[in-house]
């Protein structure tokens, strides 16, 4: 790049902040940026205000030195310096920039400085800290990118400015909405209720015998709820373990005829809301259910909450966690080289000794690995305890009594919040020791393969024996929630009619054209059209993580993965409590918005996406990229043309993951829903909460409805990728 | 489009992590010329090529191309083009799409970039081609697309790294002469990697010889293989046999050299004398039946064996067992045969050491 060139590209960052200091309102406005009253008050109003006004005319002087930073960094850009000197002074000019700008942005709170040595340094501060706006949120993304272009000018990654800036823009939202949150909750943990930082308190509310008292064991009355969570989980770890293995075994190692019905039955649960099962478990277990109803029509047996509590939620789990086992076993039992198999035969043994000898000890590190996730998405479940836990109550639904319910003790969320993502992240520590060292399963690639062996006899009995008739209630219980919605009142009155359908989703024609009168239309739109935006965000924010992750060579790579590798093992609960501590107050106060909802799902999900994409990423050959580098293809180009095209379906898969989970996630937004943002989800939770199961049902199969729709739209509107005859591996072309 | 332009390195060094794959380097490669970089696997030559490409950049040192400090430049902006091992062809674009790839980037318009992919295309023979997807041609097929896409960008610089290893052996003479024959006719400055020592000697202006990360030797390709300066270069520039003799100074910059039996007068820059380590060539050396006074080295056929074009023969010797080969095939020697080898001046080669 030629001098000037380099000069113009150093100058956008710096502009684009001091152009947000004097045309943008530095602080969000009540009613958003639509209506352009403010731009009026630019110059004059403390509210709207633009940071030039607001340092140098309306005593907001803290302001300035944040302004100063982006002056000298624009100074910088211009003068004539060496490359490797601008990057310096320009990385120095976004670094102090950031620091002026977090340190305004924390040292100051509602009620003037948040720290006495504050009050002492500087004296009373005539002002409070507003939520930061569209000039603030501006001239701070510019401060890191100033950084990120000053590093790349040094010959950091690679001295590209977009990797630079990519690389800085996951760091800066992973720690502001991931990391961020979670240190809030650990901040939380320790403060009463007057906000005061009291150490020993952290403790005090983790010793509470309501957590860790073992009195069930001793035959009277309720265990802590801590227990309660661990024993849940792992009775979920073992049996969707036990189950996904059958699953896997079946689908892979016999001549069973139905795979593909199996394979349909173990995806449906995830594009249904997780707690559709527990609806169909109340409506066959529950206290009007069929087989209440059944034993008082024939034994006169009085109906009873039988199902409500641990065995309830247990089911429920099962239930809808054995498809997770499924897919991560069957990868497992694929994985295990039939040439191993074969070799063991020609060794004498027969079938069941081969089973028992080398193909089981080969899957055990995947068997530990579908406990683990079991283990993880037990504890991280909140509507089937919520709707089915009745006494029995673990430590999601604790949390969510504790933020939402009469107690409205937050410390206390706060604790209880530290403690499951304990949990959490030690299952998943675990997890990460066994899939990293012990695992043997490999596929080799080469065309060594062999025929799987078929399952011994014996083994197959047993598969059969678990799996069909685990597969036969799954098809019921789905079969009774659709007969759910159609029927009068379930228990009562079996006559067949969509009024369910018609309250939810009712549209009539008035005056002034059509009006949506169904009670579902609400929560419906918002879920569709926050879910629409939410899931590329996630595809595009993951996939790129993803690029820089698998492509890209700088410091604080691995530290990166880490991370967000962490953030897909916090439970959603304690996502949900963290945003709420993190953003209800100013710097950064969206609580009661749609935004906060997005931001939620987008940095719920991207794990999700980053793993997938850089699954895929990993199969593309890596020269092709650098071919491109060689070829005049900047790496926004690179990614355009390139990596994209070939990742289609890694983006599929994203997009698709994005937008199911956004509509089918509880645990996080049922903190963050407000009466003018209702999700689906939400609102079915309150429906079942309050016993209209017809309406909680009929909505739950428009979701399913729904989702399949976008599925096939996704699918429709990204296309495939054609790689010409020999379709297939996605390597450079090879001799 | 832009000169040919010459590559400077001054003390580079890369590392990653703790282990230094380049260990302080410098070399200069002259516009239009073709240098080689040579040396067994892992000795550190892609990631030397990968540094002019800037896809690597230098942990130390600094790297200019047409005199120009790029040190801190990134592949995008070096105006270096590359073939890769792999070829590294976008699989999801046709041949042409292929070539036009720089083209676009650089900013041509979509006609005129396809002119000129068409013109590189016939330039490497595959005129016709255009439409094909890269996974509907041989190995030999895109390897010339993989050339034809980096030389229609007419880069200052032209790397490639080990572009013919996946190609059979008769393709691979054939493509080494049509790259070398473009790069004369078109004054490309190129530098080029292999780890095949007749390949680099068939191509090369010059050759840089690497070892464990570090330049051996750099020189053309007579020098390395008749004045190879150290054990390593005589024993991967070709076959020889390492032995050691007693060196005796004769005066004229000739040195006469003791191998058992025979004495040989060869050139020598410095004078010794004492224990000489020698390599000796094995093409050179004639297999006569054993006569008395012969003057050559006396030995006994070890082990013989006939691969058509010659005969190769392990020779136990008074200075260890030598490597020598014979053109002679009709009446081979038997094994357990006495024999007396006729050492010549110009397969003796005195090596530090
Ligand atoms: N990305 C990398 N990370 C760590 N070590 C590397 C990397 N690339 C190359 N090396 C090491 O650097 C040395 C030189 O590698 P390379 O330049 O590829 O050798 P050559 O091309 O001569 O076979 C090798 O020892 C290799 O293991
Ligand atoms: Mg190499």
Redesign the pocket.
């Known amino acids: 790049m030629t001098r000037a060139g380099e000069r113009g590209a150093a100058l956008a960052w710096p502009a684009l902040g001091l152009a947000a200091c004097v045309l943008l309102p530095w602080y969000a406005l009540q009613d958003g940026l639509g209506s352009l009253g403010w731009a009026r008050e630019l110059w004059n109003s403390e509210e709207s205000g633009a940071a030039f006004a607001l340092g140098l005319s309306l005593g907001r002087w803290w302001l300035l030195p944040t302004i100063a930073c982006l002056f000298a960094a624009a100074i910088t850009a211009l003068l004539p310096l060496p490359r490797a000197r601008r990057g310096t002074l320009l990385a120095l000019c976004g670094a102090a920039g950031i620091a002026c700008f977090v340190a305004q942005a924390l040292g100051i709170g509602l009620r003037g400085w948040t720290a006495d040595w504050l009050t002492g340094l500087f004296g009373e501060l005539d002002g409070r800290q507003f939520g930061i706006g569209a000039g603030g949120a501006v001239a701070g993304i510019a401060c890191v990118g100033i950084v990120a272009s000053g590093l790349a000018l040094r010959g950091a990654f690679g001295g590209d400015a977009f990797v630079a800036g990519a690389v800085a823009a996951v760091i800066a939202s992973i720690v502001l909405f991931t990391a961020w949150p979670i240190l809030r909750i650990l901040v939380q943990a320790f403060q009463n209720g007057d906000g005061a930082f009291v150490p020993s308190l952290l403790l005090e509310r983790l010793s509470a015998p309501k957590i860790w008292t073992l009195r069930c064991l001793l035959g009277g009355g309720r265990c802590g709820v801590a227990w309660n969570t661990l024993f849940l989980a792992v009775c979920c770890g073992v049996g969707t373990t036990a189950l996904g293995l059958a699953f896997a075994l079946i689908a892979t190692r016999t001549g069973f005829r139905y795979k593909r019905t199996l394979r349909v039955l173990t995806v449906l649960p995830i594009i249904t809301p997780p707690f559709v099962i527990g609806l169909a478990l109340i409506l066959v277990f529950g206290r009007s259910g069929l087989v209440n109803q059944f034993l008082e029509w024939a034994f006169a047996v009085p109906p009873t909450r039988w199902i409500y509590g641990f065995q309830g939620v247990f089911l429920a789990q099962l239930f809808a966690f054995t498809p997770v086992a499924f897919l991560v076993l069957i990868g497992v039992v694929e994985g295990v080289s039939p040439t191993l198999e074969e070799a063991s035969q020609t060794l004498r043994a027969d079938r069941w000794a081969t089973f028992t000898t080398v193909s089981l000890p080969l899957m055990k590190p995947g068997l530990a690995n579908a406990f683990l996730v079991g283990f993880i998405e037990s504890i991280a479940d909140f509507g089937n305890p919520i709707v089915l836990g009745g006494d029995y109550r673990v430590l999601s639904t604790e949390i969510y009594f504790a933020v939402v319910g009469a107690q409205l003790d937050y410390g206390r969320a706060a604790a209880l919040g530290l403690l499951l993502l304990a949990f959490a992240l030690g299952a998943f520590f675990l997890q990460r020791r066994i899939v990293g060292t012990g695992s043997y399963a490999t596929i080799s690639g080469k065309g060594d393969a062999g025929l799987p062996t078929p399952l011994p006899a014996a083994a197959r009995r047993v598969a059969m024996a678990v799996a069909l008739p685990w597969a036969a209630i799954t098809a019921l219980l789905y079969g009774f929630a659709f007969l759910g919605g159609v029927v009068k009142v379930w228990g009562r009155d079996y006559t067949l009619t969509l009024e369910h359908y018609v309250k939810a989703f009712a549209v009539e024609h008035g005056a002034n054209g059509l009006i949506w009168s169904g009670a579902a239309w609400h929560s419906f739109w918002t879920t569709v059209k926050l879910a629409a935006v939410a899931a590329p965000l996630t595809a595009l924010l993951g996939l790129l993580a993803a690029w820089l992750l698998v492509r890209q060579?700088f410091a604080g790579r691995a530290a990166l993965e880490f991370a967000t590798m962490l953030s897909f093992a916090v439970p959603g609960t304690v996502i949900g409590v963290a945003y709420v501590f993190a953003f209800n107050v100013p710097p950064l106060e969206i609580t009661g918005s749609a935004l906060i909802i997005v931001l939620c799902f987008i940095f719920r999900n991207m794990p999700v996406g980053v793993r997938a994409g850089m699954a895929a990423m990993s199969q593309i050959d890596r020269s092709l990229d650098e071919a491109s580098a060689t070829l005049r293809g900047r790496a926004p180009q690179t990614l355009a043309f390139v990596v994209l095209p070939l990742l289609r379906p890694a983006i599929v898969g994203s997009l698709i993951y994005g937008f199911v989970r956004a509509v089918t996630t509880v645990s996080a937004v049922v903190f963050l829903v407000t009466a003018e943002y209702e999700l689906a989800t939400t609102y079915i939770i309150l429906r079942v909460i309050n016993g209209d199961y017809g309406l909680a049902v009929a909505y739950s199969c428009a979701l399913i409805a729904l989702m399949l729709v976008a599925i096939l739209a996704i699918q429709l509107a990204v296309g495939d990728r054609r790689l010409g005859r020999r379709a297939g591996p996605t390597q450079g072309a090879r001799a | 489009m832009t000169q040919p332009a010459g590559v400077e390195f001054h003390n580079v060094v890369?590392r990653?992590?703790d282990?230094a794959?380049?260990t302080g380097v410098s070399f200069r490669v002259d516009a239009g010329t073709l240098v080689t970089?040579l040396?067994?696997?892992?000795?550190?030559?892609?990631?030397?090529?990968?540094m002019i490409a800037g896809l690597?950049l230098a942990s130390e040192g600094r790297i200019e191309i047409a005199g120009r400090d790029v040190t801190a430049v990134g592949a995008t902006q070096r105006d270096v083009s590359m073939v890769f091992q792999s070829y590294a062809l976008f699989p999801h674009m046709s041949v042409l799409e292929n070539v036009c790839y720089g083209l676009r980037r650089s900013g041509i318009a979509r006609e005129e970039a396809g002119r000129r992919a068409r013109e590189g295309l016939a330039q490497v023979g595959l005129a016709g081609y255009e439409e094909r997807q890269p996974s509907e041609l041989s190995g030999g097929q895109q390897q010339r697309v993989a050339v034809a896409r980096a030389l229609v960008l007419r880069p200052s610089v032209l790397l490639f790294?080990?572009p013919l290893s996946n190609l059979d052996a008769r393709l691979r003479r054939q493509m080494r002469q049509e790259i070398r024959t473009l790069q004369q006719s078109l004054g490309l400055t190129v530098v080029y990697?292999t780890?095949d020592q007749q390949e680099a000697m068939a191509v090369s202006d010059r050759i840089i010889v690497?070892n464990k990360?570090a330049i051996e030797q750099d020189g053309t390709p007579r020098d390395l293989y008749e004045r190879p300066a150290t054990p390593f270069l005589a024993r991967f520039m070709g076959e020889s046999n390492p032995a050691t003799g007693i060196a005796r100074p004769l005066g004229n910059g000739r040195i006469a050299v003791r191998l058992g039996e025979a004495e040989i007068a060869v050139a020598s820059p410095r004078v010794v004398s004492g224990s000489v380590t020698v390599a000796i060539r094995p093409e050179t050396v004639r297999v006569e039946s054993r006569v008395p006074n012969s003057g050559g080295l006396t030995g006994r056929v070890e082990a013989a064996s006939y691969v058509g074009t010659h005969m190769e023969y392990g020779i136990a010797t008074t200075v260890g067992s030598l490597f020598v080969v014979c053109p002679r095939v009709e009446r081979p020697l038997p094994v357990g045969h006495e024999v007396d080898l006729l050492l010549e001046p110009r397969g003796v080669i005195l090596v530090d050491g």
Do not use: I, N, Q
């Open positions: 060579r | 890369k990653y992590g282990v794959a380049v970089l040396g067994p696997s892992g000795c550190g030559k892609t990631t030397t090529l990968r690597e790294d080990e990697v780890h690497m990360g």
